[in-house]
């Protein structure tokens, strides 16, 4: 057996049990690019500062690019008796080079060497993962430029509610993706400090320059304190996070789209490039895509929920535990994407089923809560002029409830009751609101004019929708618009 690069204190080499279970070759070879990188920097350094030889330098970082491409190559052959990407990568250089390479792990330790690998790992992951966000946010965008006036329900507690413009709801998942996109641009604000340098937790009696180190790779500065610099995995724990929130918002829209693709909603029908059948029922079509989109969400928090119990007792400085943080992270990351990309891909091969959408409309009198605006709203115009106006109406019922209500205005609470036993109404009879007669209405309450068949049905009621953000035709043509340039589509 190879004499361990830490074995000098040892008389006996780890049980073959103890070296199976301790390595992490098998998955932190995915760091090779970053940890080559990190050695390119740190040697550079060294020789910069004196503490090698500018020709010790070059010979290292030949040697460095001649393993790089080896295992871009995949000619490279990892050990698990070197166990873990650092030091297989620096044994293979003393093989390759010889003495030189000995000095590269001066003013260094795993500990600095691991944690400025993985900040860089997640810096790249981010930057990836915030693409594939945009990605999908085009794919909703370009599927609500599609559907331009396509009424649908909107649900709260998956009851009917109100009327809203299927833009609208589309919009509202990429408003939801742009702050994900936020939250990981924030992390990778966040965690791009530099903890190369801090060397095993205390830092280092020798001459290094760790803002020149900082520097080479991108970071924005040295992290100041070095045992924070080996301890923490904060950076991780935020990343995940924010992967998790990424993937509770892609399980919501899953969910939604595999309902809205029963056949009781039948709301829309995805293409079959995105669906799959049934192994014995040959009339099956099943949305899977999306419902793994929910399943993997699963996995995204587990990830998220691993790493949180793996830090939480952990004293400072740097423990073996953390070994374990980054099968949780990678798996996070790959995750996510494929949740992202499929998203997207599923938001180009659907189409939206007008005619069944139009004709579920009709259930569920969407449009109370226009009626009950309506009058609010009425009550309101009763202006001095408006009385004046309708002086014939007011002379005949000069006592009547409409004339004081005219006066004072219909608090919503009471239109929320006049409405409410105008739907009781339409219950007893089995019809719409739109079906009941101006008489009916007005046995109700006496308010009610001729114009208030002007908010009745879905289309008048989306029509009446006019605040910031709402369900009208103007305002989500604006937000449609925001997010057509926003993200440069045409
Ligand atoms: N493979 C280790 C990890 O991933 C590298 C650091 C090991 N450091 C140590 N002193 N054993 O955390």
Known sequence: KEVKLWGGRFEESVTDAVEKFSESISF????????????RAHATMLAHQGLMSNSDRDIILQGLSKIERSIDNKEFVWRTDREDVHMNIEAALTDIVGEPAKKLHTARSRNDQVVTDLRLWCRDAIDKIVSRVKFLQVALVTLAKKNDGLIVPGYTHLQRAQPILLQHLLLSYVEQLERDAGRLIDCRNRLNFCPLGACALAGTGLPIDRFMTSDALGFTAPMRNSIDAVSDRDFVLEFLSANSIIAIHLSRLGEEWVLWASEEFGFLTPSDAVSTGSSIMPQKKNPDPMELVRGKSARVVGDLVTLLVLCKGLPQAYNRDLQEDKEPLFDSVKTIMGMLEVSAEFAQNITFNGNRIQKALPAGHLDATTLADYLVNKARLGSFLVIIARVVTIFRRLF???????????????SHDIVGRSVALCVSKNCQLLGLSLHDLRSINPVFDEDVYEFLGVENSVKKFSSYGSTGSQCVADQLGFWIDKLNIS
């Open 400 to 414: 009547s409830q409409k004339i004081v209500l005219f006066i004072w205005g219909i608090p919503f609470r009471t």
């Open 28 to 39: 932190d070879k995915a760091l090779y690019k970053q940890d080559i990188m990190g050695s």
